[in-house]
């Protein structure tokens, strides 16, 4: 069964500074998708940058990357010039098969000014 | 564009009591749905998904059960709900047929005492 682990419960940053969230996971397949979403106080969930497993290709989406280690299965997210809006709850998932979306426990991001 | 509804927003249930939470979706037709749960400081965890009318996947055993009585609407309910339904219910939609990402209705604080 696939798991996602997030090993970081908390985490807090400067403004303006960078921070990098962690995330492993554990499937025996080789073709599947990784999320991060985000979850501000507002609770309302989004996603930030999504990864194809067969792009070798880091995904980027603004001030967000990841770093997507597949034989390590591994794929962190990088916050760069971090924003007090940026503070949130970050939920790393995976997906293989069809409608089936597993989600890590999280990691809650405070920016701090 | 597509918006996702849910209500209430906030609930407070006697132990034992019936549970009705709805959400629609609008802007897309024949959408994915899917309801699911966060507890308090965990990830979430799917509890029911929906690829048609009328087809009700089911993930977890619980006293919870889902319809979808029309294309874009979704509903959650419980004839008796118990202290450990307490939590935040999400409701989500995806593209029909595409590994992609969700999009996540405000969601529903359910408080069970």
């Known amino acids: 069964a696939q798991t996602v682990t997030q090993s970081q419960p908390e985490m807090s940053v400067q403004e303006a500074e960078t921070v990098t969230l962690s995330c492993t996971y554990d499937t025996s397949e080789n073709n599947y998708y990784l999320f991060w979403y985000k979850q501000p106080p507002s609770r309302q969930m989004i996603l930030v940058i999504r990864q194809e497993a067969y792009k070798q290709q880091n995904a980027t989406e603004n001030r967000f990357s990841v770093n997507f280690q597949k034989a390590a299965k591994s794929f962190s997210l990088k916050i760069s010039d971090s924003q007090l809006g940026d503070t949130a709850m970050y939920f790393c998932?995976?997906?293989?098969?069809?409608?089936?979306?597993?989600f890590g426990a999280g990691t809650r991001l405070f920016v701090k000014a | 564009s597509q918006t996702i509804h849910q209500w209430p927003a906030t609930l407070v249930q006697p132990v034992g009591s019936p549970l009705s939470l709805e959400c629609t979706v609008e802007g897309t037709s024949n959408p994915n749905l899917y309801w699911y749960r966060q507890a308090a400081g965990r990830g979430l965890q799917l509890l029911f998904y929906s690829v048609g009318i009328g087809q009700i996947s089911s993930e977890v055993p619980q006293n919870l059960s889902a319809s979808r009585p029309q294309d874009r609407q979704f509903i959650l309910s419980s004839k008796k709900l118990l202290l450990s339904d307490s939590g935040f219910y999400l409701c989500?939609?995806?593209?029909?047929?595409?590994?992609?990402?969700?999009?996540f209705g405000p969601g529903t604080r359910l408080t069970v005492l």
């Open positions: 989500a939609w995806s593209v029909e047929g595409q590994y992609n990402e969700q999009f």
């Open positions: 998932a995976f997906m293989k098969l069809r409608f089936k979306t597993i």
